[in-house]
């Protein structure tokens, strides 16, 4: 168990354990503002095709100085096209922090878990810091683990759907079997099931969705990250037990209208 | 004298003696941040300029996007 301690990942101390991903936001301006008004430390960004019928900004210019980039392997629909992906990258613009996501099915999006490990195996070696985003289960997190991920990112739910932590019992074995730090990574809607997230233990949390598609997008990036840090904060001040019965908080002596008996 | 190249994965027609600089900007309104590949081998920059091109050619013009 991590109980207290710093959040840290290929060798550097992160100290928002809020991740953002930088996908649908409105314009490049409301992207920025929201990294920096929640002080995100941690971003993703993707690699595409250039549309040659449309006009094209590179994103990573509009990423303040000093934001940790994360390129993520979406696209990729097996751990050759991802190595790809993240060779790509290193070579273009000196990221070495992947994330790993390979992806096979449209209609759930769910990750590979086999190839995401591949994958995560091959990039490890290559000296990438590779933080592979999988599917909750425990073997596949014990791989990973051995392979060298530098921390393992359970899915909550599905991807943009908003609906929570849907795995939280599974996330909550990986959180209690894995020593690498545990980011959850999808499906996350609401600030609640980032803190949520972060009160059963895991060592972070990443949205995209929820703070892009948002009415303001940079003051919902910073009521996540005051959510993943209040969750954080009740982690490691240990939760009283629930009971099933009522238990009074003032004390059940001296009432003002007791009689002497 | 046109040669056929693949572009992101659509084959193009374009001049013989126009280099990779020339067709890029052809194709590409803006190139800041852009990345050029030909036959799986980025090519910098500064290379762009007099690097020739040969038919069946495979090019890939990639970018940096938001995503999650």
Known sequence: MKTGSPLIIGGREIKNRFFLGTGKFKSKADMKKSIIESKVEVVTVAMRRVDTDRHSENILEYLPEGTIIMVNTSGARNAKEAVRIARLAREAADIDWVKIEVINDSKYLLPDNYETVKATETLVSDGFTV?????????????????????????????????????????????????APIIVDAGIGRP??????????????????AVAAAGDSAAMAK???????????????????SKELAEASSPLTGFLFDEKQ | MKLKINV????????????????VRSLVKKDQGLIVEVNKKIIPRNQWKGHSLHEGDMIELINFVGGG
């Not at chain 2, 992101?8 to 067709?23: A, P, Q, T």
């Open chain 1, 192 to 209: 609640s099931q980032a803190a949520e997230a972060m009160e059963i233990g895991a060592d972070g949390v990443l949205a995209n969705t």
């Open chain 1, 131 to 179: 933080l592979p985003y999988m599917h909750p289960d425990l073997y596949a997190a014990r791989e990973l683990q051995a392979v060298g991920a530098a921390a393992i990112m359970p899915l909550g739910s599905l991807i943009g759907s908003g609906q929570g932590l849907e795995a939280r019992r599974f996330i909550e074995v990986l959180i209690a079997e894995i020593d």
């Open chain 2, 8 to 23: 992101n994965g659509s084959i193009k027609e374009v001049d013989k003696d126009k280099d990779l600089e020339e067709v």
């Open chain 1, 223 to 241: 009521a996540f990250s005051m959510a993943v840090e209040a969750g954080r904060m009740a982690y490691t001040s240990k939760f009283i037990p």
